[in-house]
């Protein structure tokens, strides 16, 4: 932690880089080995981990992370749905809730992620407040009047976290499939769980092996 902080009697963890898991074209050299540069220079010791973003690149790209600093948490700290203009808001949820599922979360955690999080919280019916950026990205929760309406992504989160109690601790799994995302947890109370996405339209038998045991379930498109 931050000497600042500690002497000022705060807890408040410290996040290094919060950059993309890729690299943007316009990024510096400086820009690619941040994060290299900050866990083994002289603020790694006052670092809680590292931040990234969905925005580009994969989860994969989180191994090298956890290979530099195996003690240090890695964090996806920011990422979001998008809806461009004509998309109609049933479109917009089923894409999140298929990209989320297969491309953020699922890869994250499987990756060396211990926390998932996304942004907006909760913008209006356009999108607002905001003061420039992103101009199509979607929030957790879209507030109009009295009403509030869920958002793929939230929904990709939420149905993940009715299966991670804290203290889960990730556990080896596979599966010979095709198109299928896994990870797989063991619970506080030594239970296995499962999390999978199959990007087929129609139901398939899924073979997964974990903990030193092999099945096969259906899962529906």
Avoid: K
Avoid at 38 to 65: I, K, M, R, Y
Avoid at 147 to 170: C, D, I, K, M, Y
């Amino acid at each position: 932690m931050s000497p600042a902080l500690r002497a000022a009697g705060l807890t408040t963890e410290v996040l290094g880089s919060d950059h993309t898991w890729g690299v943007h074209d316009g990024d510096s050299g400086a820009d690619r080995d941040h994060v290299a540069r900050l866990l083994t220079g002289p603020a790694a010791p006052h670092l809680a981990g590292t931040a990234s973003h969905c925005c580009s690149g994969d989860a994969a790209a989180q191994d090298a992370v956890h290979a530099l600093a195996p003690d240090e948490r890695v964090r996806v700290t920011e990422c979001t749905g998008t809806g461009a203009a004509g998309t109609t808001e049933a479109q917009a949820f089923a894409d999140s809730l298929y990209w989320h599922s297969s491309r953020v979360v699922l890869p994250a955690l499987d990756h060396w992620a211990s926390a998932v999080l996304e942004w907006n919280l909760a913008p209006d019916p356009t999108g607002g407040p905001h003061v420039g950026g992103c101009g199509t990205c979607t929030g957790f929760v879209t507030l109009d009047g009295d009403l509030a309406r869920w958002s793929g992504e939230l929904a990709v989160l939420a149905h993940a976290s009715r299966f991670l109690p804290r203290g889960s601790v990730r556990v080896g799994s596979s599966s010979t499939a095709a198109n299928v995302t896994q990870v797989a947890f063991q619970e506080p109370d030594g239970a296995v769980v499962v999390l999978l996405h199959q990007s087929g339209w129609t139901t398939r038998a899924v073979t997964i092996d974990v903990a030193g045991r092999r099945f096969t379930v259906p899962v529906a498109p």
